[in-house]
């Protein structure tokens, strides 16, 4: 099956610092690709929808100076966490759309982030 | 407003029994519908799914579903329950176009007991 690679797996981080996050489609092309945010026992929220080669659309209330997202290729898109603070911390999940592939939509294995 | 409602946060039964967890759904139309397992610190991984046709799908690891539009329900079931279930579920629907933008339900936790 289509798999999709996520990294890092987690991440910790001092306030104020940007990490980013790292979405791959492996086995198939995804013009399109979803970031998701899950807080512990709830879940997931959707952030933004990314599609390749174009600007991403971000969900009401997320703040897309904060989470940058860059999707250059057809099997890459970064989510950037810029100046993180600890209220930032959480799951994030990515997911990958393949238009080819019956299933279509397939998660990555989520990243962990903690901002000390 | 489209949302989903999974009513039970948690479940507990014992390996071997019988497993019916709990999904309805508001949404302007008949959607997409999905369930998906969640392992600790994992991503999602899909169990089955119904798009149209015959209202009772299968899916892997022995689930089913059934789709009621009567009561707006696609309730998960299994009849014998492996300690290996331990995980989250969530319930999802998708628009029918296929813009893949899904809303999750907020998950059912499920504990086997041995």
């Known amino acids: 099956g289509a798999v999709v690679s996520q990294h890092p797996s987690w991440v910790i981080c001092k306030s104020g610092t940007s990490v980013k996050i790292e979405c791959r489609s492996l086995d198939f092309q995804a013009t399109t690709m979803f970031w998701y945010r899950q807080f512990p026992k709830q879940s997931l929220m959707l952030m933004a929808t990314?599609?390749?080669?174009?600007?991403?659309?971000?969900e009401q209330g997320v703040e897309k100076d904060k989470f940058l997202i860059n999707h250059a290729s057809l099997t890459l898109s970064t989510l950037t966490v810029t100046s993180a603070h600890p209220e930032d911390s959480s799951f994030y999940i990515c997911?990958?759309?393949?238009?080819?592939?019956?299933?279509?939509?397939?998660f990555g294995s989520g990243t962990q982030l903690s901002v000390l | 407003a489209q949302s989903v409602t999974q009513p039970d946060i948690h479940i507990t039964v014992s390996e071997g029994a019988s497993l019916e967890l709990r999904c309805n759904y508001s949404y302007g139309a008949t959607p997409y519908l999905f369930w998906y397992v969640q392992s600790p610190g994992q991503g999602l991984q899909l169990l089955l799914k119904y798009f149209s046709g015959d209202t009772l799908v299968q899916g892997i690891k022995g689930f089913e579903a059934e789709f009621k539009r009567s009561q707006s329900s696609f309730n998960l079931r299994k009849p014998s329950v492996h300690w290996s279930d331990a995980a989250e579920y969530f319930c999802?629907?998708?628009?029918?176009?296929?813009?893949?933008?899904?809303?999750f339900g907020t998950g059912t936790r499920l504990k086997v007991l041995a």
């Open positions: 997911s990958a759309y393949s238009g080819t592939i019956n299933e279509k939509l397939f």
């Open positions: 999802a629907v998708g628009a029918p176009s296929g813009t893949y933008k899904y809303i």
């Open positions: 990314s599609n390749e080669g174009s600007k991403a659309t971000y």
